[in-house]
């Protein structure tokens, strides 16, 4: 195991009617004036818009609203949302949905007191010292933004999808999750989501990292759990227990409890910013696409045993001694298996995009730079290679 610091501050507020609370959490982590942030409408017709500005209310707290967030959230709305917490002089982010409006508040947060243009930061990985207060109220498990340390987002001037740098100060003061607000996702939604949270792990989980036991079995009790509740929330859409379980895998799927002390990988995340930035898909699908195309492809140049591991462990498999890679082949299909069966596409095709749009992607990703990926490198090549066996 290698060393590491872990430092993940967020408060969490968690289970039926907690969203009561967000006005004294305001509070208690300094907001005065705030920028109530949302996407576009899903919280006005499922009550949680009323139920979030009431407990403002109750609480005395000014706010001014910036809705309007899209999926793969865009450059220009962040941009609005500094001036307006500029010229207001807001001095909190409460953002009211899931990844794309809690990453649109990150940047709002980091760029309000940045001279520059907010684009700079995450073009350069940089975190300014003065950043805004952001706290969440969670509608759709999926990002893990709510624990993060980071936000991604999507420049409408040049197409690029990409991530800021990574700071504990990026990390939501707090975070109510009541399971309750996810009964009204979709199930394409749902299921994007929890696709989404098995990636978080599976980047982490896919390591050269010797002697990492502990991590590795909170990364498969994360893994068992969302594959035996998925079935149940997409049956049942109103079951608490699953949704809850569900809610809060993917916290902890990605705020690093499951990563520390580990090299971790994250290729598959890097490519799918490509198909997201170019094609508008949502990322937990795309990720659906990537995921075992890039799986196949590092089996082939890396050892089986992690693959093995992960079928054994996590997909319940038998482990054939004399032919590890027919075992770490069935654990990839069992992924894959998986995925179809909660409704998630499993090629390129299924998200419109073909053979030739493939170059544009990898050149699209140029300026981010090659090689990426902490299991197994990949280069431009290499990147080619995922993206047709994905097809
Ligand atoms: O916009 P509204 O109307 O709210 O509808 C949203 C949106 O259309 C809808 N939705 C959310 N909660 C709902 C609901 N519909 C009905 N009932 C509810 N309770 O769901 C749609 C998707 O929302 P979005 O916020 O885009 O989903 P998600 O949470 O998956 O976020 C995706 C974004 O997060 C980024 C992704 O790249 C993507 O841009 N990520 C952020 C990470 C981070 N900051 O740590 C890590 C992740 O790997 C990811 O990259
Ligand atoms: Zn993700």
Redesign the pocket.
């Known amino acids: 195991m290698d060393n590491f610091t872990f430092c993940a501050p967020t408060y969490f507020a968690f289970g039926k009617g907690q969203e009561a609370e967000t006005g004294r959490l305001v509070k208690r982590f300094g907001g005065t004036r705030v920028l109530l942030h949302?996407?576009?409408?899903?919280?006005k017709s499922?009550g949680v818009y009323d139920a979030v500005t009431a407990a403002l209310r109750d609480e005395g707290i000014e706010y001014m609203e910036l809705g309007g967030?899209k999926?793969?959230?865009r450059s220009g709305l962040i941009r609005e949302g500094i001036e307006l917490c500029r010229r207001e002089k807001l001095d909190f982010i409460l953002a009211v949905?899931?990844?794309?409006?809690?990453?649109s508040a990150k940047a709002i947060a980091m760029g309000v007191h940045y001279d520059g243009d907010f684009w700079e930061l995450i073009k350069d990985r940089k975190i300014p010292e003065n950043i805004l207060p952001v706290g969440v109220v969670l509608?759709?498990p999926?990002?893990?933004?709510e624990g993060?340390s980071?936000?991604?987002i999507t420049s409408e001037e040049d197409g690029k999808k990409w991530g800021s740098g990574k700071a504990d100060s990026l990390r939501p003061k707090f975070a109510v999750m009541n399971p309750c607000?996810?009964f009204?996702?979709?199930p394409y939604?749902t299921a994007?989501?929890i696709t989404?949270m098995m990636a978080?792990i599976l980047e982490r989980y896919f390591t050269n990292t010797p002697d990492v036991e502990v991590t590795d079995r909170i990364c498969e009790a994360l893994l068992k759990t969302l594959i035996e509740e998925a079935p149940k929330v997409l049956k049942d859409p109103e079951d608490y227990g699953a949704r809850a379980n569900i809610m809060w895998c993917g916290m902890l799927a990605?705020n690093n409890i499951a990563g520390v002390g580990r090299v971790q990988d994250w290729a598959s995340?890097q490519i799918e910013?490509e198909l997201?930035a170019r094609f508008d898909v949502?990322?937990?699908a795309g990720l659906a696409v990537i995921l075992p195309a890039w799986m196949e492809y590092a089996l082939e140049h890396s050892s089986p045993q992690r693959f093995v591991q992960f079928a054994v462990r996590v997909c319940g498999l038998e482990q054939d001694f004399a032919h590890p890679e027919r075992t770490a082949r069935l654990g990839i299909a069992c992924f894959r298996n998986f995925a179809a069966s909660i409704g998630m596409p499993t090629t390129l095709g299924e998200l419109g995009i073909q053979d030739s749009d493939i170059p544009a992607m990898i050149d699209n990703r140029r300026d981010r730079g090659f090689p990426f990926g902490g299991f197994v490198e990949i280069d431009e090549k290499a990147m080619e290679e995922i993206l047709r066996l994905a097809l």
């Open positions: 949302y996407g576009g409408g899903s919280i499922n967030v999926p793969n959230p949905g899931g990844g794309s409006v809690i990453d509608t759709i999926a990002s893990g933004s993060s980071n936000c991604v607000f996810t009204s996702l979709p939604q994007c989501g989404d978080h990605h995340h910013h997201s949502a990322h937990g």
